[in-house]
């Protein structure tokens, strides 16, 4: 390994000004580099096989490899330190850490938080990369977790990058956690028209549909009797559910049954108001002619 002391007599021998100086940074720089060239060609490949041979998620693997890389400066840092002759790095480090800690503290409160926030969404797993959620309004695909953030692409095509915190401080929805998910929707029916005809024609729709599952089955319940219309909800399963799966899914199940309704004569009533009472007018008799 190079050391200063014949760097900075070869350097003094030709003339060169400040040699010891200028040796310790030769020897910091070179130090550092290999370092951290064999650390990320030698310890990185070791970590990312143990990782995945504890089958690890991508999303846990990500910021574990982030931490190792993290680690890996360290160490170059601190060995090059030491070998430029600057004194002991961790010594150093202690002094300036003590003398900013503070101001760091402040600076850094929202960063903390967030990777702290990062470390509870690796361990407690609410959702994975590839998941879709919803939170605060807001949804979305999982598209990568990092230490601070995470970011989401929306059914729109937006991406949003999202502090983890966000994501561990409220109730956060992810549909697609399990295999299946149950679908609700209300179809309001009219006052006059046949219960039973309605659910049957519900039920016959859904087991009729493919991407409907039959085991859970299909229910309907009377949920509501409303201002205009007989409220009957219908519950429906699908497998292996997706954004794009429950869309489609949902509107072709309710598609099917309107059109079943429309040719059975059934009513799907809209809210009407009637407004009664008249209008008296006085003092009229100068304005019009007989």
Do not use: C
Not at 24 to 37: H, L, R, T, W
Not at 176 to 196: N, P
Not at 209 to 217: K, T, V
Not at 229 to 243: A, K, N
């Amino acid at each position: 390994m190079m050391q200063v002391g014949p760097i900075a007599e070869f350097l003094d021998g030709v003339g060169v000004p400040a040699a010891v100086a200028i040796a310790s940074a030769v020897v910091f720089v070179v130090a550092f580099v290999v370092i951290y060239v064999v650390g990320k060609a030698v310890v990185l490949p070791i970590v990312d096989r143990s990782l995945k041979s504890r089958n690890l998620d991508e999303h846990a693997r990500k910021p574990l490899r982030k931490l190792t890389s993290i680690a890996i400066v360290f160490v170059a840092i601190s060995v090059a330190f030491g070998l430029a002759e600057y004194g002991d790095f961790l010594q150093s480090l202690a002094t300036i850490a003590a003398a900013a800690t503070l101001a760091i503290g402040f600076a850094m409160q929202d960063v903390l938080k967030n990777f702290v926030a990062g470390i509870f969404i690796y361990t407690d797993k609410p959702f994975r990369i590839g998941d879709w959620i919803e939170w605060d309004g807001n949804s979305g695909i999982v598209e990568d977790i990092s230490l601070r953030v995470s970011r989401v692409r929306t059914f729109d095509n937006e991406l949003l990058t999202v502090p983890n915190s966000n994501l561990t401080d409220g109730v956060i929805k992810n549909p697609v956690a399990k295999e299946q998910l149950r679908l609700k929707f209300v179809f309001g029916i009219g006052y006059d028209d046949d219960i039973d005809t309605a659910t049957e024609i519900i039920i016959e729709e859904a087991e009729a549909h493919e991407g409907i599952m039959e085991d859970p089955g299909p229910s309907v319940r009377l949920v509501e009797l409303g201002d205009s219309s007989v409220g009957l909800q219908s519950r429906i399963w699908i497998d292996d559910p997706s954004r794009a799966d429950f869309v489609k899914t949902r509107g072709e199940y309710v598609q099917a049954v309107k059109e079943r309704f429309d040719e059975e004569d059934i009513d799907i009533p809209y809210p009407n108001r009637t407004i009664g009472g008249g209008l008296e007018l006085s003092s009229v008799e100068g304005l019009v002619e007989p």
